[in-house]
């Protein structure tokens, strides 16, 4: 390799790293910030449907944060990788016309298998091999926020940011060449929801637990009593692989149910009389 070629793939590897160090850093501080605007908006309504008793200090949110910028590095790192082993042809991206029906199809399969995957890596850092050099440094927000979503150790931040070449591996291995607007759309998506199981105040309308439509979709509450209470509710969209192995919390629903409000309630806009 010359050295004009050496020259033109080190600019070329660093532009590719400073876009996607933007990208996740501008995905969470948006997530974030926004979450937290509305919530500080809307204080009557979030303070009646406050998780925990306990609120978070200023520490908390320094840690936070800055150990933030720590996963960004790594989550950048990581889809510098994807983005070289796309440019190198090995994983299979396809831009242009889509049918919406293919995008759902996608986007669909990729939260599912997303939600097995952060099953199963979760439950596994728990181990008591793990947990102190992986996920101890999450744990530290017992009382979350919607800052702790990208609070990790150096190693967990690998294992979360290993799913998305992971997955794209496996599926350009198979001949599938996913759509570049459908990994877009579920990058945002995954934030977002990480962002709301985090937020220690209950999001969800009353009667969601309730529902057979709707009860297999986690809620605030579901990750919040993984926080503070210890080993169950390791899902991150679902409530399935909980029910199914046995992890979720025998309270989860009865929690719900002391926390959630009908979202339009009087006594929760201050509009009461009393």
Same mark, same amino acid.
């Given at each position: 390799?010359?050295?004009?070629?050496?020259?033109?793939?080190?600019?070329?590897?660093?532009?590719?790293?400073?876009?996607? =160090?933007?990208?996740?850093? &501008?995905?969470?501080?948006? @997530?974030?910030?926004?979450?937290? $605007?509305? #919530?500080?908006?809307?204080? /009557?309504?979030?303070?009646?449907?406050?998780?925990?008793?306990?609120?978070?200090?200023?520490?908390?949110?320094?840690?936070?944060?800055?150990?933030?910028?720590?996963?960004?590095?790594?989550?950048?790192?990581?889809?510098?990788?994807?983005?070289?082993?796309?440019?190198?042809?090995?994983?299979?991206?396809?831009?242009?016309?889509?049918?919406?029906?293919?995008?759902?199809?996608?986007?669909?399969?990729?939260?599912?298998?997303?939600?097995?995957?952060?099953?199963?890596?979760?439950?596994?850092?728990?181990?008591?091999?793990?947990?102190?050099?992986?996920?101890?440094?999450?744990?530290?927000?017992?009382?979350?926020?919607?800052?702790?979503?990208?609070? =990790?150790?150096?190693?967990? &931040?690998?294992?979360?940011? @290993?799913?998305?070449?992971?997955? $794209?591996? #496996?599926?350009?291995?198979? /001949?599938?060449?996913?759509?570049?607007?459908?990994?877009?759309?579920?990058?945002?998506?995954?934030?977002?929801?990480?962002?709301?199981?985090?937020?220690?105040?209950?999001?969800?309308?009353?009667?969601?637990?309730?529902?057979?439509?709707?009860?297999?979709?986690?809620?605030?509450?579901?990750?919040?009593?993984?926080?503070?209470?210890?080993?169950?509710?390791?899902?991150?969209?679902?409530?399935?692989?909980?029910?199914?192995?046995?992890?979720?919390?025998?309270?989860?629903?009865?929690?719900?149910?002391?926390?959630?409000?009908?979202?339009?309630?009087?006594?929760?806009?201050?509009?009461?009389?009393?």
């Amino acid at each position: 390799m010359d050295n004009n070629t050496a020259q033109f793939w080190i600019a070329r590897i660093e532009d590719h790293f400073i876009g996607t =160090f933007t990208f996740d850093l &501008g995905r969470y501080f948006i @997530a974030a910030g926004l979450l937290t $605007l509305i #919530l500080w908006l809307a204080k /009557g309504w979030s303070d009646a449907r406050r998780i925990q008793n306990r609120r978070a200090k200023r520490e908390d949110y320094v840690r936070e944060i800055s150990s933030s910028f720590r996963t960004v590095f790594f989550f950048a790192l990581t889809g510098l990788t994807t983005v070289l082993m796309v440019e190198g042809g090995i994983i299979h991206i396809h831009k242009g016309d889509y049918s919406a029906g293919l995008f759902a199809v996608e986007f669909i399969a990729m939260t599912l298998a997303h939600d097995t995957y952060f099953y199963w890596m979760h439950r596994a850092l728990h181990h008591r091999r793990l947990f102190r050099a992986t996920h101890l440094h999450h744990h530290k927000s017992r009382t979350p926020t919607a800052w702790a979503a990208y609070s =990790f150790s150096a190693w967990e &931040g690998v294992a979360e940011a @290993a799913f998305m070449p992971i997955f $794209l591996l #496996l599926t350009s291995l198979a /001949g599938i060449a996913y759509i570049d607007f459908a990994i877009f759309i579920f990058l945002a998506w995954m934030i977002v929801r990480n962002v709301m199981g985090h937020a220690g105040i209950e999001l969800h309308p009353a009667g969601w637990v309730d529902s057979k439509w709707l009860d297999w979709l986690t809620t605030t509450t579901h990750h919040d009593l993984h926080h503070s209470e210890g080993n169950h509710n390791f899902g991150l969209y679902f409530t399935w692989w909980d029910r199914w192995m046995g992890t979720e919390h025998p309270q989860y629903k009865e929690r719900f149910r002391s926390v959630a409000r009908p979202l339009l309630s009087r006594r929760e806009t201050g509009f009461d009389a009393a």
